[in-house]
C-alpha cells in the first residue's frame, strides 16, 4: 500500500499563535510531528505550510516543505493545494496528520490509510475511540461518530448520539478522533463544495462529505490517541512529557 501523509501547519493559531514554531525542549513542535510521520509507512510525507518562517525551519531539519496559500479556510484546503502541487493523481491516498500531533502512533497512521486501502467505495476514512463514560460523552467539544453495521459513518455530532430512551448500555459512545485518509479526488471535490447546512450548524467539517453523498469508512483506533495541543496549558503538558522522555 502507498500512501501519503501532509502536515499541514499554519502560524495563525488563535489560542496559541506562532503553535508550530513552539519550543519542545530542543525542537520545535512541527518536528516532532514530523518524527511521528516519518516512523510511519508512508511513500512521504509533506509538510505545507502558510508560513515563510516555518518552510525555513522545515527544511532546516530535513523535511519536504511547501509554501501554501494564506487564504485556505481549513487543513483540508492546504492539504489539496499540496496534492495539486504534487499532481497526485484523484486515486492516491493521503494522510491528513495534524501539525498540533505530537503523540500520534505511527501505528494508527498506516492504520487509516490501510482502512481505506481496504475498502475501495469509500471516500474517506477516520478513527475512533469509545468513551470512558456518559459524562464525557457529553462534552460537545468531544465530537461523537454513529455508524451502520458496515462501519459506514452515519452522522457525527456535538451532541450525545445516539440518544438512550429508556435503555442502559444498547449502545456505545464513540469519540470521533480527528484524523483521516482522503481520496485525492474526493478531497478535491470537498474544497471545491460550499459548506452545508449540517457542517455549519455543528461546526464539523465532515459532515460536508456526508451531505454530498460521500462514504466515509470508521474503524477503532488500534493504539490509544493521546491528545495533541491546542492551548498553552497543553504545551506545558507535552513539555514535560516529551522533554523527560529524551
Partial sequence: MSYHIVIPA???????????????GTSTLIERVWLRAQAASASSVVIATDSDEVLAVARSFGADALLTSERHPSGSDRIAECADLRGWSDGELIVNLQGDEPLMP?????????????????????????????AAA????????????????????RARVPYRRGVTGAVTWRRHIGLYAYRAGALRAFTRTPPTPVEQAEKLEQLRFLESGRTIVMAQASEAIPAGVDTPEDLARIRRLLTSAD
Fill in 106 to 134: 505511527a501505528g494508527c497512521l498506516d492504520q487509516v490509510a490501510g482502512l481505506l486501502a481496504a475498502h475501495s467505495d469509500a471516500d474517506v476514512a477516520s478513527l475512533y475511540d469509545v468513551f470512558a463514560d456518559e
Fill in 138 to 157: 457529553g462534552d460537545p467539544n468531544a465530537v461523537k461518530v454513529v455508524t451502520d453495521a458496515f462501519g459506514r459513518a452515519l452522522y457525527f455530532s
Fill in 10 to 24: 499554519r502560524m495563525a493559531s488563535e489560542r496559541l499563535p506562532g503553535k508550530p514554531l513552539a519550543r519542545i
